[in-house]
Each structure stands twice: as structure tokens, then as C-alpha cells.
T-cell receptor, first 111, second 112 residues
Framework: QQKVQQSPESLSVPEGGMASLNCTSS?????YFWWYRQHSGEGPKALM?????GDKKEGRFTAHLNKASLHVSLHIRDSQPSDSALYFC???????????FGDGTVLTVKP | EAAVTQSPRNKVAVTGGKVTLSCNQT?????MYWYRQDTGHGLRLIHY???????EKGDIPDGYKASRPSQENFSLILELATPSQTSVYFC???????????FGSGTRLLVI
């Protein structure tokens, strides 16, 4: 069973619109979460992390974590074509320190 | 600038041949990781290391070996390559603490 599940698989938003990506973990050992972004032909790059309940905002990006439900989301406001990429949710196991990735959400921002 | 460098960038191998993928990091991180990326499967952990001389099995280690001869270098070895190992392989470095990983640019491997 996939321990980190992302939805939707793909998402298309107009330039300037809001993109919302979701992630749920099925393992309570996963307490720390990251969002990674991967542009075509490149390796994933960490976008932002969130470890505490509530919202964390960095520029146009806002992450939200609910530890009780192990749900984390990423919201991108004023989406730009350069935001088009594959977005991964990743969760760290507090016992092993290993990072487990979801299958990713493909975001397309149309001009 | 601290970085993770992978070589080669692209590789074509024959079935049954030996393949070695190399990774070098200048981040001075203790931990290094090898992932493979396939459509529909995201990133899956193959092997990882906590430091020079150590290697640990990840979630999908079968058919792969790893070697960590130094803090900076971590290799992934396919002793008998199979077409099912055709994939994009990423190396990453990081710490056990709550810091993010730094990934290399990947190696695209085709086994024919």
C-alpha cells in the first residue's frame, strides 16, 4: 500500500489562477513533510517543508498540515507558466529518517 | 556551491552486463540515497548510506548493490542488468535531521 498518496494526478490551471495539491499519509511515523518540485529533465528540488499543524506561507506558496488526519496540502496563488512541473509530496519517517515520496501531481499552468 | 553530481548523464547497457552509476556530493552530508523514478511510481528508494563504508537496503533493493567508499562518493551497481531496470536514477544527499535532500540531475539508463 502506497504510504504517501497524492491527488490529483494532474492539474491544469490558467495563468494567475490558484492551484491546490493534496497529500495524505497512512503511516503515523510520518511527521515531517516536504513539497518537492521537478521540472522536466532535472532532479527534484525542495520547495518547502512543514512540520507543525497549520499554515506555512512562502511567497505565492502556502502549505497546510493537519497532523491528526496526516493530510498536507500545497496552494499556489497567482500561478505562473514557470510553475508547470511535477510536484512531489514527501514524508520523513521519524524512526528511520528515510524520506518516502508520493507518485506526484503534474501541474500545467496555461498562459 | 554545494552540489550533487551524477555520472553518466545517459547510459545504454546490454542485458546481462554490469552497470555502475556514480554520485559525488560536496554538501558534506552524512547520508546519501539512490532512487529510481518511473512513470506512475514516483521516486522509490533503492539503497542508502549513513556514511563512508555503510550501505543499507531501501524499499526496492533487489538486483542492485551500493558502495560508499568515501563521504563524497556513492555508487549504484547493477551486476546483471535487465530491461526492467530501464529507468531514471537519482542520487541525493541529506541529513537525518529535518533538513531537505539535495538531488542530482539524474542518470537515464536504457537496458536493451
Amino acid at each position: 500500500q502506497q504510504k504517501v498518496q497524492q491527488s490529483p494526478e494532474s492539474l491544469s490551471v490558467p495563468e494567475g489562477g490558484m492551484a491546490s495539491l493534496n497529500c495524505t499519509s497512512s503511516d503515523r511515523n510520518f511527521q515531517y513533510f516536504w513539497w518537492y518540485r521537478q521540472h522536466s529533465g532535472e532532479g527534484p528540488k525542495a520547495l518547502m517543508s512543514i512540520f507543525s499543524d497549520g499554515d506555512k506561507k512562502e511567497g505565492r506558496f502556502t502549505a497546510h498540515l493537519n497532523k491528526a488526519s496526516l493530510h498536507v496540502s500545497l496552494h499556489i496563488r497567482d500561478s505562473q507558466p514557470s510553475d508547470s512541473a511535477l510536484y512531489f509530496c514527501a514524508a520523513k519517517n521519524t524512526n528511520t529518517g528515510k524520506l518516502t515520496f508520493g507518485d506526484g501531481t503534474v501541474l500545467t499552468v496555461k498562459p | 556551491e554545494a552540489a550533487v553530481t551524477q555520472s553518466p548523464r545517459n547510459k545504454v547497457a546490454v542485458t546481462g552486463g554490469k552497470v555502475t552509476l556514480s554520485c559525488n556530493q560536496t554538501n558534506n552530508h552524512n547520508n546519501m540515497y539512490w532512487y529510481r523514478q518511473d512513470t506512475g511510481h514516483g521516486l522509490r528508494l533503492i539503497h542508502y548510506s549513513y556514511g563512508a563504508g555503510s550501505t543499507e537496503k531501501g524499499d526496492i533493493p533487489d538486483g542492485y548493490k551500493a558502495s560508499r567508499p568515501s563521504q563524497e562518493n556513492f555508487s549504484l551497481i547493477l551486476e546483471l542488468a535487465t530491461p526492467s531496470q530501464t529507468s531514471v536514477y537519482f542520487c541525493a544527499s541529506g541529513e537525518t535531521s529535518n533538513s531537505d535532500y539535495t538531488f542530482g540531475s539524474g542518470t537515464r539508463l536504457l537496458v536493451i
